[in-house]
């Protein structure tokens, strides 16, 4: 049975039906699914999350925006305090994952020879752990022989640094060291390490770094 269509939101409307969609939601929501559950066009989709962007500005939540997906996060401010009630404790990326991180970031998408390239290691070890922290994701495949899988970062990504949009990434400066180290400093301010831990030199297969992941892992 195909849902009803309900009445078209007056556009005043549409940022606090949108805020109260995404507080319910388990997951970041793309603009087209919201644009056909509120029988809007993308155009008043667009608009409704502009506002709703300005007007969570100094409040405990805010709107992070990933291509066509969004979601509602707490601010970066507050994280210490929600990790204090729920007494939560997460662990923090390694030297190694955070250069991994901070390529892709800057380079997305990047493959994982893209990374590797950059640092001049092996990256496998890093790569599952971003993975497994969804910081990244599979955004594609780069077409040809191999067709190498495509990195991107994700919406918790942004949650983890306390950033609205990809594009709020710090620029680059421009000095000359070494490009991994660069972009990693980056990052870097905004999540300590807690250990020096490098990748293994390109030689270490796959196998051999996979029993290390379950020390990093979340």
Do not use: C, W
């Not at 752990?129 to 190498?148: K, N, Q, S």
Request: hydrophobic share 35%; proline share 10%; charged share 30%.
């Amino acid at each position: 049975m195909r849902p009803e269509k309900i009445p078209r939101p007056a556009p005043d409307q549409l940022p606090a039906i949108i805020e109260s969609l995404l507080f319910v939601a388990e997951e970041p929501q793309e603009i087209g699914t919201l644009s056909k559950t509120l029988n809007t066009p993308r155009q008043g989709i667009e608009r409704a999350i502009e506002a709703l962007i300005e007007s969570t500005g100094g409040r405990g939540i805010y709107l992070q925006r990933n291509g066509d997906r969004v979601q509602l996060s707490t601010t970066p401010e507050a994280a210490p305090y929600i990790e204090h009630f729920l007494e939560v404790e997460h662990g923090r990326l390694s030297r190694a994952s955070l250069e991994t991180l901070a390529i892709i970031a800057y380079r997305q998408p990047a493959t994982r020879g893209t990374v590797e390239s950059v640092r001049g290691v092996n990256s496998d070890h890093s790569v599952a752990t971003l993975l497994a922290r969804e910081l990244i994701e599979d955004v594609g495949h780069v077409p040809g022989p191999g067709r190498a899988v495509l990195f991107g970062t994700t919406l918790r990504f942004l949650e983890y640094f306390g950033l609205q949009k990809p594009d709020d990434l710090p620029p680059l400066p421009e000095v000359e060291q070494d490009e991994g180290e660069e972009v990693a400093n980056e990052l870097r301010a905004e999540a300590p390490t807690d250990d020096p831990e490098t990748d293994e030199p390109s030689t270490e297969s796959a196998d051999e770094a996979e029993p290390e992941l379950s020390a990093v892992e979340p």
